[in-house]
C-alpha cells in the first residue's frame, strides 16, 4: 500500500534532469509563489558541515525540549520513511498533512523544472511557518551557500560542524574551497558556533565571518569540550559543565556534544537542558545497536550495529569508536555508493575487521557493485566476500564466529534499507 506523498514524491522527483544543481533561483521563485513562508518562521537555527550536523542538530532538540520549547526539525536524507525529513513542534508530519503541503508546493510550481531536494524544502518551510514553535532547526542539505535550506535572513544562530573532504564534483576539490561553501550560511551580524576544523577551513570561516562582522564561537578558542574520568567536560567563557558522556556512542560525539552546548549556552539554557542535550538525544543509523527485529534474530549470539557514515571521516569515526568498545572480533557488512572515496573510508577501519561482506545498496542506482566493494577492502587488506543481501551476509557470520560483533555501514541508503527491513 503507498501512501499518498510517496506518489508525489515520485512525480517530483521527474521535475529536474539533475538530483542535484546547486543555484537558488528556483527555490526563490517557488518561495514567492508560496507567499515567502521562510520569512514566518520560529528563530532558526542554521547548521551546515560535512559530518555531524545530525548528531548536532539531535542534542540542540533533546535540549530544548528538554527546557519545554516546541522545536522544528528539518533533515535529510531520510533513512526509512520521508517524514523523517519534518519533524513539526516535536513530532513527524504526518501523512495528511504532507501530501497537503506537497500538492500545494507541486501546483505552485507549475511543472516548472526544480531538483526533488528544493521543492520538498519549500514544503517543509510552509509546514513550519504555518505551525507553533518556538525553535526551527534547518540542517544544510549539502555545503551551504547555494544549498535550498539557506534562505533566512536573519537566522538566530549558524553551526558549521567538522568540515571534510565529501561531494568534491559539487563543492571544490580542495578543502578551503569546500569550506567556502559552508561558509555561506554565515549572515550579517548573526553569531556562529564553529567545530573542530582544520587550519586551512578555519582560516576560510574566519575571513567570511570577518567581513560580516559574524561573532564566532569556536572550538579550542572560545569552547572546549573532552572526556575525563568517564565524563563530558565543557568548558566556556560562562564555566565549566560536568556532564555525563553522550548517550550516541563514539568518541567523535563528544566534539557534536561540545557544539551543540556551545549553541545552547549561547541561548542561554539551563544546567539541566545542557545535561538533556547529550543524554536524551535520538538520531538512528550512527553507531546504532540494533535490539530486536528480523535481523537481529538472524545475529544470533552476535552483537548487530548499524552505521550511515559514508566518507573519510566517517571511516575515522567507525574506527575510533570500535577501539573504544570491548575487545571483540568484528566483522564489517558493506555497502557504499560510486560517488564515494571507498578506500579513503576503509583505511581506518582496516585495523579494525576480521573480515567484510560486500553488498550492493538495493534499489540504488548509483551502488558500487559488491564485486567492486570486495576488490577495494581486498587492497585495503581486509579478508572480503561476497552477499546476496545483508539478511544472507549477517547468517553468514553468525554461523561462522558466533558471539562476534558485525557492524553494517558504508551508506545511509544502506542503513536506511536495513532499518525498513529490520522494521
Known amino acids: 500500500m503507498s501512501d499518498g506523498s510517496d506518489l508525489i514524491l515520485a512525480r517530483m522527483m521527474s521535475l529536474h534532469p539533475k538530483i ?3 543555484t537558488l533561483d528556483r527555490v526563490w521563485r517557488l518561495l514567492d ?3 515567502h513562508p521562510e520569512r514566518d518562521l520560529p528563530p532558526v537555527i542554521h547548521i551546515a558541515g560535512t559530518n555531524g550536523k545530525g548528531s548536532t542538530q539531535a542534542m540542540i532538540r533533546a535540549g530544548l525540549e528538554a527546557a519545554g520549547d516546541k522545536v522544528h526539525a528539518y533533515t535529510s536524507p531520510h533513512l ?4 523523517e525529513r519534518i519533524r513539526l513542534a516535536g513530532e513527524l508530519i504526518s501523512e495528511d498533512h504532507l501530501t497537503d503541503i506537497l500538492e500545494e508546493c507541486e501546483t505552485a510550481n507549475g511543472g516548472i523544472p526544480i531538483t526533488y531536494f528544493e521543492i520538498t524544502t519549500c514544503a517543509a518551510l510552509l509546514a513550519f511557518a504555518r505551525t507553533e514553535a518556538d525553535w526551527t532547526l534547518l540542517e544544510v542539505g549539502l555545503g551551504g551557500r547555494l544549498d535550498a535550506t539557506n534562505v533566512v535572513d536573519a537566522p538566530r544562530l549558524t553551526i558549521i560542524t567538522p568540515v571534510s573532504v565529501d561531494h568534491q564534483q559539487y563543492l571544490g576539490e580542495t578543502l578551503p574551497e569546500i569550506a567556502g561553501e559552508k561558509a555561506g550560511i554565515l549572515k550579517r551580524g548573526v553569531p ?25 564561537l569556536v572550538h579550542g578558542q572560545h569552547w572546549h569540550a573532552f572526556e575525563e574520568r568517564g565524563r563530558l567536560i565543557f ?16 568518541p567523535h560525539q563528544i566534539d557534536n556534544a561540545g557544539a551543540a552546548l556551545a549553541a545552547l549556552r549561547h541561548l542561554g539554557a ?13 538520531w538512528p543509523a ?14 544470533g549470539t552476535c552483537e548487530l550495529w548499524l552505521d550511515g557514515g559514508h566518507n573519510p571521516a566517517g571511516g575515522l569515526a567507525v574506527a575510533a569508536t570500535l577501539a573504544r568498545m570491548p575487545q571483540k572480533p568484528t566483522h564489517l557488512i558493506l555497502g557504499m555508493l560510486n560517488t564515494k572515496d571507498i578506500a579513503g573510508y576503509l583505511r581506518p577501519v582496516a585495523a579494525r575487521a576480521q573480515s567484510l561482506t560486500a553488498v550492493s545498496i538495493p534499489g540504488e542506482a548509483n551502488t558500487l557493485s559488491a564485486e567492486e566493494t570486495q576488490a577495494a577492502a581486498a587492497k585495503a587488506g581486509i579478508a572480503a566476500g561476497t552477499a546476496e543481501s545483508v539478511l544472507a551476509a549477517v547468517r553468514a557470520i553468525a554461523e561462522k564466529d558466533p558471539g562476534a560483533r558485525i557492524l553494517i555501514c558504508g551508506s545511509l541508503y544502506l542503513a536506511g534499507g536495513v532499518l525498513k527491513e529490520n522494521g
Open 286 to 299: 550512527r553507531m546504532q545497536r540494533l535490539a530486536h527485529g528480523p535481523l537481529v534474530d538472524a545475529a
Open 270 to 282: 539551563s544546567g539541566a537542558a545542557c545535561e538533556a542535550a547529550v543524554t536524551k538525544a535520538h
Open 80 to 83: 526509512a520513511r520521508f517524514h
Open 192 to 216: 556562529c558556533v564553529v567545530g573542530p576544523q582544520e587550519e586551512a577551513t578555519l582560516d576560510v570561516i574566519e575571513a567570511k565571518a570577518a567581513k560580516l562582522g559574524a561573532p564566532l
Open 33 to 35: 509563489a508560496l507567499g
Open 20 to 22: 542535484i544543481d546547486l
Open 235 to 250: 568548558q566556556d567563557e560562562n564555566g565549566l559543565l560536568d556532564l555525563p558522556l553522550p548517550n550516541l556512542p563514539g
